[in-house]
């Protein structure tokens, strides 16, 4: 049988990176085809709609925080989305172009989060580019061959992946980047250390969220995030993204809490408790599957 995975592409993307890592890591023996698609949110809805087996999406940056396309899509999506694995790669960005030098440069291009990640650098190096961002680190790498005054920022491998030439690297701001994904299916994980749910709450009240929150601490579960996203209805009506350092399957207190929680909060959506593992970026010539 044939493990159909999305990512966002085109190819050579660190969301390819992550889901060729998650395949080696976890489907030995298992025959992959890896599915790029143009945007996060149409990668999230082909596996919720059962055209791949599983979605890799980008999750939270260790510099720029969490993804936001990837938060609200999972949220407004109905189906009961699940994650097997968190992946974390650490993130070494190369500015990639046909210029000679880098004064020749007037434009980069990259995924937001990217040019987020290496503002200072370019501040410092590239004053004078205008920085564009575009839907993933790697939409502009076939176009720049025919621009020597472009630019992108992506990754080495996937400028061995489009034959382009490396011209500074690494240039993130911090050396310890590092981006987290989910490998999300249809399929709860049975097994895990983490346990992720977000819920929005009935009203907009003094001590809501606290009330919310309270159900852990008072039975001693640790978060390890809590994250919130406008609700869309209105503003100053948000939802909230948590991560709970347990397991949802042996933890009679997680059971109780988020008993606790279905009955208070307006909506809830367990997405499942799951293990992380830290991978390393592939090398240039790794294949892409």
């Known amino acids: 049988m044939t493990v159909k995975i999305a990512h966002l592409g085109p190819v050579g993307t ?4 992550a889901a060729i890592a998650y395949a080696q890591a976890e489907l030995i023996g298992t025959e992959v085809d890896l599915q790029p698609y143009p945007s996060i949110a149409e990668t999230i809805a082909a596996v919720a709609s059962g ?7 980008p999750v939270e940056n260790s510099i720029e925080g969490g993804v936001t396309m990837t938060a609200d899509t999972i949220w407004q999506i109905a189906a009961p989305l699940q994650i097997q694995q968190a992946i974390v790669l650490p993130i070494h960005h190369a500015l990639i172009s046909v210029a000679t030098n880098l004064s020749a440069i007037e434009t980069v291009y990259s995924h937001p989060q990217a040019l987020s990640q290496c503002q200072q650098w370019l501040q410092a190096h590239l004053p004078q580019a205008a920085r564009i961002a575009g839907s993933s680190t790697t939409a502009a790498l076939d176009t720049l061959a025919a621009n020597p005054r472009t630019a992108a920022i992506s990754s080495v ?3 061995d992946l489009y034959n382009l030439p490396v011209l500074r690297q690494p240039i993130n701001d911090r050396p310890d980047n590092q981006t987290k994904f989910w490998a999300i299916s249809l399929q709860p994980s049975l097994v895990g250390n983490c346990t992720s749910v977000a819920f929005s709450l009935r009203s907009n009240a003094p001590g809501g969220l ?6 852990f601490a008072d039975r001693s579960l640790n ?3 809590i994250e919130s996203r406008p609700s869309k209805r209105s503003l100053g009506d948000y939802l909230f993204f948590i991560d709970i350092e347990t397991d949802v399957h042996n933890c009679p207190a997680l059971k109780s809490a988020l008993a606790d929680l279905d009955a208070y909060a307006e909506t809830v959506k367990n997405f499942g408790s799951y293990y992380t ?11 892409t599957m």
């Open 157 to 159: 491998r996937a400028a």
């Open 14 to 17: 660190y969301t390819e990176t």
């Open 223 to 225: 978060l390890s995030r």
């Open 210 to 215: 606290m009330r919310a929150l309270g159900f």
């Open 277 to 287: 593992t830290v991978i390393e970026p592939l090398s240039p010539s790794a294949p």
């Open 51 to 57: 055209a791949v087996t599983l979605a890799i999406v």
